[in-house]
């Protein structure tokens, strides 16, 4: 994509966003979060702020990202921190954000936006998080040879990058002074278009995130009295498609008297109630929590957000949505850090740790309610699998952490930050 045609992306991405804002909330989060941005830039940061910038696409790119920033507030305290975000399922969520100084959206792209933002922040160091490429903010920034760094990226053959009208992207590559990929396969593909120079397989970061959450993890008494001594399958992140399954084994799982904890991926009163339909006998997690004694619920709603991380804890064997979705699984390292087996669809070639999950062992791809129930009776009749996909799942994850470390070590070997 040349220049004059990215321009014409840019300004039609707005009348679109505009346009959109009219019907629907989140585009209008999108809109209304951009207003007067810049004045409230100018009035929350102080001139001469030494300041780091990080900016993630959207809630999965600061998981990534978050780790990192982390480290670096803990190694360099006298340094101001801001995060951006560019999509509301992001800001929205970490608005609040203390590991940050300031959190905001990032300005739409363009020659005097991208000026502006950094004639504000001036930042001594930038990150930006897996896939996010805006042009002129990359321009400005090798401009003003701020040191900037891209972390947790993953590229695939695909992509625009390594095809032959590509030559805009891949200018936009060599901008960053640094790029740390999560696989030998993405670094090949940088290697064969000349990025070899710049590149360093560090891993991904979301695995330090995923151990240090669980680290951390407290209890939740209303699980513990909902599970009554009984096994718990956590399903996380589900879609409709995966709660039809779910509700189809039913049967089974009671037969096999293992309780069902559902945590969708969209909770919101018309989804609750569509699920409250689905399963007309399950508990909502704020009443289990005002109960004090065992449950005879066999399915569980979670009806807050928030608490997936640590939900993942108290399963048997874990779910994880999207997989039979066309969007994808969601994120399976949080429910096989606790050392459970995984279980998703099989629509997650696209992640590499979905994908290297199952190929170490720790993790199982399903089709459909058949394949489902025949992993389960396996996992429930053979101690051996069980403890075999058990323990792949939690060594696949601290076998892959470690990425934070390597960035951090070249962010001090290079000197990009002063202490």
């Known amino acids: 994509m040349g220049v004059f045609l990215y321009n014409i992306f840019l300004w039609l991405y707005r009348v679109a966003i505009r346009f959109t804002a009219l019907f629907n909330p989140k585009a209008r989060k999108w ?28 809630l999965g790119e600061f998981e990534q990202g978050r780790p990192l920033l982390e480290s670096i507030r803990k190694n360099y305290p006298h ?25 905001f959206y990032l300005p739409m792209d363009g ?4 000026r502006r933002f950094l004639e504000i922040v001036q930042p001594s160091l930038v990150i930006f998080v897996k896939y996010e490429f805006w042009y002129y903010y990359l321009k ?4 003003r040879n701020i040191p900037l760094l891209l972390v947790s990226a993953l590229f695939r053959k695909d992509m625009d990058f390594f095809k032959w009208y590509g030559a805009m992207m891949r200018k936009m590559l ?32 979301r ?57 969708p991926h969209v909770v919101d009163t018309p989804h609750l109630e569509e699920l409250r339909v689905l399963f007309p006998d399950a508990i909502f997690f704020s009443a289990c929590e005002k109960m004090t004694g065992p449950s005879a619920f066999s399915v569980m709603i979670i009806d807050n957000v928030g608490m997936l991380s640590r939900l ?3 399963g048997w064997c874990n779910y994880v949505g999207g997989g039979l979705t066309r969007s994808g699984v969601h994120n399976v390292l949080e429910a096989a850090v606790y050392g459970k087996p995984v279980f998703y669809g099989a629509n997650h070639e696209k992640y590499a740790e979905a994908v290297g999950l199952v190929k170490g062992g720790g993790a199982i791809s399903l089709s459909g309610r058949k394949n489902w129930e025949a992993a389960l009776q396996h996992l429930l009749t ?6 075999h996909t058990a323990r792949h799942a939690a060594e696949f994850v601290t076998r892959h952490a470690g990425a934070t470390s390597v960035i951090m070590q070249y962010i001090q070997e290079k000197r990009l930050l002063t202490n």
């Open 207 to 263: 695995f330090d995130r995923v151990i240090a959450i669980a680290s951390a993890a407290g209890s939740i008494p209303a699980m513990e009295h909902f599970a009554s001594g009984q096994r718990l399958i956590i399903a996380g992140s589900t879609w409709q498609e995966d709660e039809v399954l779910l509700k189809e084994s039913l049967p089974f799982l009671q037969e096999q008297q293992l309780k069902l904890v559902i945590a």
């Open 31 to 58: 809109v209304h979060g951009r207003k007067q941005i810049f004045e409230r830039l100018q009035a929350a940061i102080p001139a001469g702020e030494k300041t780091i910038w990080m900016h993630c696409a959207s």
């Open 140 to 143: 400005k920034i090798k401009y």
């Open 312 to 314: 993942y804890q108290y």
């Open 79 to 103: 340094y101001r921190l801001l995060l951006t975000f560019f999509s509301p399922s992001g800001y929205e969520v970490q608005k609040n954000y203390a590991g940050a100084d300031w959190v």
């Open 382 to 387: 053979d101690k051996e699998f069980y403890d």
């Open 111 to 114: 020659p005097r936006n991208a």
């Open 174 to 205: 060599s901008r960053f002074d640094h790029l740390f990929v999560q696989t030998a396969e993405s670094k090949r593909l940088l290697d064969e278009i000349g990025m070899a120079g710049i590149c360093t397989i560090s891993g991904d970061t």
